[in-house]
């Protein structure tokens, strides 16, 4: 009995439960349980996508090594997840490693630039596509449905039409999703198509380091074999020049060979600062589509679908609370519902009541008694920061005016609906496209530099208590 496939398991709990808490282990690993152990393949039963998802990206190394410890080399690992407990219904999904257990190690971590210039076939490509962004679970309404169209149409007949397609949106209203939508269907569809998603932040990276490394032209051709190019957020490279240029050429010759070209950004290109004329002219070649904040009817129903994956049970009414009051983006209602899975699994399956997601709903929904208008922003930005709205509304071009200024222009733009050309005219009469580069800066200072972040969390906390 001692090799037993349950017993070896047994053994990997154990070995796990001696690294991590005995809460991380009695959340995430005591619920999963062995399916099968057959010809070096492992199935692990898994309650839901969302112990899956959190497994695989906080403890995969541990589980990695457990299992080659206890299993032996060449161990491959599948998840059975629970994906509709109402109906039973199971997927298998294969762990991330792209090979087996033993060679985990040589695993290409996320964010770092693939080695595409070795890959001469589609078969040889990594695609780089997330296989869980799929049109499946791709909820559709008014505020997606024609770009969904448009996606479907171009995974049928990739560059007949739509080419380029330049999908814009608010952060976390489902562009990404949709992206990786169409890769997945046009592999399923045309197999042999070398489709590549890439962010445009990853581009970067990899442009700098074959300038580095003196391998440019190496990285024009590989990006020049490509059948469909997918680029995520093209707006960050704004100001990149160099990049530019070079994705400009790798853009014309897509295009004149018949290749499909797929952006997203988070405005629409005329209102992206820092590209040149000629990349923005040629992003308005083909189709420009916007993703709309998802309405309370599209919340809903997104909601409905995690809840009934995750094998939830949450009262009509509380889901109605929820689809009303949590209006910013799909991105919070997948957290509030990750948030409520956590509780009910930590606190022993507790019931997922109105005093529970007003526990939790806070830190999606912050209350307010005061409206966020223009003028009350200012006035908080510059309590603050002890200056007067006198001084950032100015001409003055002396630091930290300009700072302060484009603290306050960012939240501005972030918690009103009032247009860009308003808000300037709010800042001393300042032009759109001066306003549109504070945006920008900003964006850039609160993602490197985590003075910059804490100190607009901090000012948004008082926004958006008061």
């Known amino acids: 009995m001692e090799n037993h496939p349950s017993q070896l398991w047994d053994n990997c709990l154990s070995i796990i439960h001696d690294n991590i808490s005995q809460q991380q282990f009695d959340t995430w690993f005591k619920c999963i349980n062995l399916c099968s152990f057959e010809d ?71 964010n770092i630039s693939p080695e595409p210039i070795k890959s001469s076939v589609a078969d040889d490509l990594d695609s780089q596509l997330n296989p869980n962004y799929n049109f499946e679970n791709f909820i559709e309404g008014a505020s997606n449905k024609l770009v969904r169209s448009v996606g479907e149409a171009i995974s049928k007949n990739p ?52 300038v580095m490394h003196n391998k440019l032209n190496d990285f024009i051709a590989f990006y020049q074999t490509i059948d469909m190019l997918i680029i995520d957020d093209v707006q960050e490279l704004s100001g990149k020049v160099k990049t530019q240029q070079t994705f400009f050429h790798i853009f014309n010759h897509l295009h004149i060979n018949g290749k499909q070209i797929i952006m997203t950004a988070d405005r629409p290109p005329i209102e992206i600062v820092g590209l040149e004329d000629r990349l923005l002219t040629r992003f308005k070649w083909g189709l420009q589509a916007e993703i709309e904040k998802p309405n309370q009817e599209l919340r809903r129903q997104i909601l409905e679908d995690k809840i009934r994956k995750n094998g939830l049970v949450i009262a009509p009414n509380v889901v109605d609370y929820i689809s009303k009051n949590v209006s910013e983006n799909i991105r919070d ?127 948004e906390d008082m926004l958006l208590r008061n």
């Open 40 to 110: 070096h393949k492992l199935t692990l039963g898994v309650p839901s996508a969302f112990v899956y998802e959190f497994v695989e990206e906080h403890f995969l190394d541990l589980l990695r090594k457990t299992i080659t410890k206890v299993f032996g080399k060449d161990v491959t690992l599948t998840y059975k997840v629970l994906e509709d407990a109402q109906n039973a219904i199971y997927s298998k999904i294969e762990s991330s490693n792209k090979t087996n257990i033993q060679h985990a190690n040589n695993t290409r971590p996320a």
């Open 333 to 459: 209602l997948e957290g509030i519902i990750n948030s409520l899975l956590a509780y009910s699994v930590v606190y022993n399956n507790c019931d997922i009541d109105m005093q529970l997601v007003n526990t939790v709903l806070p830190r999606f929904m912050p209350q307010r008694n005061t409206e966020i208008t223009i003028d009350f922003i200012i006035e908080t930005v510059c309590n603050y920061f002890n200056v007067s709205s006198k001084d950032i509304c100015s001409q003055s071009r002396r630091q930290p005016y300009i700072y302060i200024r484009q603290v306050a222009i960012y939240l501005a733009n972030k918690h009103t609906d009032i247009s860009n050309v308003q808000i300037g005219k709010a800042f001393g009469g300042r032009n759109h496209a001066t306003v549109l580069h504070s945006i920008t800066q900003m964006k850039n200072l609160i993602e490197t530099e985590e003075k910059t972040a804490n100190e607009v969390s901090r000012i």
């Open 159 to 210: 560059s007949r039409t739509f080419n380029p397609l330049f999908i814009y949106g608010h952060s976390g209203v489902g562009k990404t999703h949709l992206v990786n939508a169409i890769g997945l269907r046009t592999k399923e569809l045309h197999p042999r198509m070398r489709v590549l998603y890439v962010s445009a932040h990853l581009f970067q990276v990899q442009y700098t380091d074959a």
